[in-house]
């Protein structure tokens, strides 16, 4: 009764350090009050030395009135490697120099009495062992014995929790050197692609300036087509006053034309945007690219053959941003209508009838232009492909493939829509809806 008590006096004192301490603290703290309290001279904690575990490793050694420096000593011939083969507690309680006369650390420590015991892993494996010494007999033999196995098992838990705490920060140490280089890849990928982005945006200025040379070039032809006829027909001799006139007015007419065209598509080039939107006279615009196109067909023969049906609401305005790209997806259309009516009427002139009718219609707030031909068509394969940029199913010289294209980039800039529908030999119709309004005469003053 008196021992167990003295036994529960002891485990108090040694266990109180718990409370405050954890891991190389505590087991430091341990070690020293396992001396103080148990009156030792020396108390040992160390790990066996991988790989053979031939050899202990001191990591806490309390000798006399201190800790000393660690030491490593071999197991052979020592009281140690009873409890390290045999995973046991072990004890000497005096004479432990005679049982092992080759232990010089018995000697140098000049050691009577021993206990040692083991602390393992989880699953079994050694771990360590805590030792205590003296160099007197040890009178408490079993009480010893019973603290020393007790707190063993204790440090054990200590060691193991270190492992654990040990391996997290090598995870995280090598989770953080992970993200350095994973953000060292990301920053070289992130130059790699600013010095890609600087190559594409030289590349797509070269390209933009083409596209610019294409379109202006695109946009050229018809009034240049227009001046050139117009010098023709005043080389004539017999020309009349009046023809040289007309002649005249249009080759002054369209001259402006082209200038205007060059100016507004530098001006779009360079995403001016600070235009306003603008009212016009589509009404009037429509009558006036049809008439100009019509009367400028070089094709005679189509020319004389040709049905003009016209449905065109008058005063109805527009409201646009850049009234001269409306002007240009008017021609555009008509131009394209004329060529499908041109391609048929050559292979089918005697049993063919060329048209093109023409619509305008006004709603509430957006007016549609409809032009249909019964021309060529196009194959219901092709339709999606028509607005694509240098989509042309004309020869070498007489397409660029941009009439459609450029339409489609008007009609959307000055928020409209533009619709293609077609059956290959049979009609092609294009609907383009934009914002407007018929006006009475009174709104128009
Ligand atoms: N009214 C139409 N009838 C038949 N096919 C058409 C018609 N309008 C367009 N297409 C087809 O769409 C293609 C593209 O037209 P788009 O106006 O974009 O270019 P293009 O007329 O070939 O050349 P460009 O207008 O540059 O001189 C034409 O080549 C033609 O195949
Ligand atoms: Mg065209």
Known sequence: MENNLRALELLKDIYNVDQL???????????????QILKVKYVLVGHAVEPDRQKIQTDYLWAGSGFADNVVYE???????NVICGTRVNCYASDVQLAFPKDQM??????ESYIGAPFLHTDGRLIGLLVIMDDKPMEERELYTSVVEFFAARIGTEYRRQAVEDSLRRINENLEKLAQERTLELQRAFESLQQTQKQLISQEKLATIGRITFGIAHELKNPLNIIINSAQLLEEDDLDPESTKKATDMIYQHSQRANTIITNMLRQARQETDMEPEWINISEMLEHCLDVYVRSLTDVDLKTHLVVQKNITPNVYANVFDPPSIERVLINIIDNSLYALGDKYKKNKNSFTPSIKVDLIAADATFKIIVRDNGSGIPQKHLANVCDEFYTTKPAGEGTGLGLWIAKQNVEKNRGEI???????QFTQVTIELPGQQRTQEAQL
Not at 21 to 35: C, D, F, P, T
Not at 75 to 81: G, I
Not at 419 to 425: A, K, P
């Open 21 to 35: 301490l954890s891991g190389k603290e505590y087991i430091k703290e341990l070690v020293h009050r396992l001396a």
């Open 419 to 425: 619709h293609i529908e077609s059956e290959e030999n």
């Open 75 to 81: 197991l052979e011939d020592t009281p140690c490697v």
């Open 106 to 111: 018995l000697k140098d420590f000049d050691v």
